[in-house]
């Protein structure tokens, strides 16, 4: 074939621009508020539970509240002490199941120790759990049946939907089984016509099942984990990782779950991290709050 000549310009993949799609995304939501509103007067309320200071989580506590006004819709917080018990937490999702003033409850995961999250996720009833993280709505999405998919994965679905379009008979893989990403991606991915393998903690070699795939989706923890070359030229990279590094002058940077550096140069789509996935997983709980609301108020469509 013809030489390569060393002036040419390194591959650089095209970026996935999650933060402006976001902000699209939560326009239109407000819009339909706005109209939800003139035909109601009923404004969607959002219930935000946090047990526990972890001060990550009060900052996308306190994100999601901002983009929650943002878009319209009410937010009610509720910072409760790590000391509280299972019975308070479930008392008070009782009173936020029957409050006709919230539309979505959302419990910040993970709890701390001595809550039971499975007790505590499945004790909102299914049209308020816009977490879609209950056993009623997991188990509809497994069947392929409308209810609320869960908002980092419909995120990631939404941004693959629009940069790569039709998927169907692309080899995708998922790294990363959790109930909260991992499971839930897969299923959608299974859904839109992909041949979908799910990498996890056993996995042997989850590098040459990556370099198998035209769709990658990460959700591990890990920190940079994927590398440069565990990447098939031109392969779509989603990236659901966020880790706060703290470098040498003291200063912190946001990392995902891939080595950006490395598979920016061989990706043909790639997210980034801050400005991706993230995001996403915002405006997607302001879309199911939203729904949430129509169906309570209007009744499911038919
Ligand atoms: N029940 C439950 N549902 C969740 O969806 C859930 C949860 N628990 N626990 C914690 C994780 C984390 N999470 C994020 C949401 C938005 C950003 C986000 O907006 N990130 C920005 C940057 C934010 C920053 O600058 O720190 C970005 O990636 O560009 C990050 C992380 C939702 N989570």
């Not at 999601?64 to 937490?89: D, I, N």
């Amino acid at each position: 074939g013809p030489a390569v000549s060393d002036t040419q310009e390194p591959h650089a993949a095209r970026l996935i621009d999650g933060k402006g799609f976001a902000a699209r995304m939560t326009q239109d939501i407000a819009a339909d508020v706005s109209a939800f509103y003139d035909r109601h007067h009923i404004t969607p309320g959002l219930a935000v539970v946090l047990v526990g200071n972890d001060p990550a989580s009060e900052v996308y506590v306190r994100n999601k509240a901002l983009q929650t006004h943002r878009a319209g819709m009410r937010s009610f917080m509720h910072m409760l002490p790590a000391t509280t018990s299972q019975k308070e937490l479930l008392g008070l999702i009782e009173r936020l199941n029957v409050d006709p003033e919230i539309h979505g409850i959302l419990v910040q995961l993970p709890l701390p120790a001595g809550l039971d999250p499975v007790v505590v996720t499945n004790a909102i009833i299914p049209e308020k759990d816009v977490d879609g993280l209950g056993v009623v709505n997991a188990g509809r999405l497994a069947l392929g049946l409308p209810g609320i998919v869960p908002c980092t994965p419909l995120g990631c679905l939404l941004l693959l939907h629009h940069y790569v379009g039709d998927m169907r008979g692309r080899d995708a893989l998922v790294i990363g089984a959790s109930n909260l990403v991992g499971r839930p991606m897969a299923e959608l991915l299974l859904r839109e016509g992909c041949t979908v393998t799910v990498a996890h903690i056993d996995t042997r070699d989850t590098a040459s099942l990556a370099r198998q795939a035209d769709i990658v989706v990460v959700a591990t923890g890990v920190r940079e984990l994927v590398r440069g070359d565990w990447i098939k030229p031109g392969a779509t990279v989603i990236d659901v990782g966020i880790s706060r590094v703290t470098l040498p002058n003291g200063k912190t940077r946001l990392v995902g779950d891939v080595k950006f550096d490395e598979a920016v140069k061989r990706a043909g789509l790639i997210t980034p991290v801050p400005g991706g996935v993230g995001p996403m997983t915002i405006a997607c709980l302001l879309r199911n709050t939203l729904d949430a609301a129509r169906i309570l108020v209007e009744g499911p469509a038919r």
